[in-house]
């Protein structure tokens, strides 16, 4: 499995941005998706993530603000980013599990907020 992530980008706090993960290789093996973030200075935070049978789950700092999503086939996984602060400029990385529990990672992308 490779997972490919969009880039990111500087945005004005308030603002939106979707980050996009392109999912290839054996997909159908894949049993959660994640999007994790990493803030200078700061640990690797779970930002959200997304079950194979389509249940959501997200870090408390972000609720309501964004959304994983990903297409039926499993793809594109997605992470719509509203109402962006700048406590939320950070690396973000795709991950995903399978039902072996190995684990993939995307390449880091930027997310810059500006105030």
């Known amino acids: 499995v490779q997972l490919q992530a969009s880039r990111g980008g500087l945005v004005q706090a308030g603002g939106s941005l979707r980050l996009s993960c392109k999912v290839t290789?054996?997909?159908?093996?894949?049993?959660?998706y994640r999007w994790y973030r990493q803030a200078p200075g700061k640990e690797r935070e779970l930002v959200a993530a997304?079950?194979?049978?389509?249940?959501?789950s997200y870090v408390d700092s972000v609720k309501g603000r964004f959304t994983i999503s990903g297409d039926n086939a499993r793809i594109w996984v997605y992470l719509q980013m509203n109402s962006l602060r700048p406590e939320d400029t950070a690396v973000y990385l795709c991950?995903?599990?399978?039902?072996?529990?190995?684990?993939?990672w995307g390449r880091g992308t930027l997310v810059t907020v500006s105030s």
């Open positions: 991950h995903a599990e399978d039902r072996w529990a190995k684990r993939y």
């Open positions: 290789g054996s997909r159908n093996s894949i049993s959660v």
């Open positions: 997304l079950t194979e049978d389509g249940s959501t």
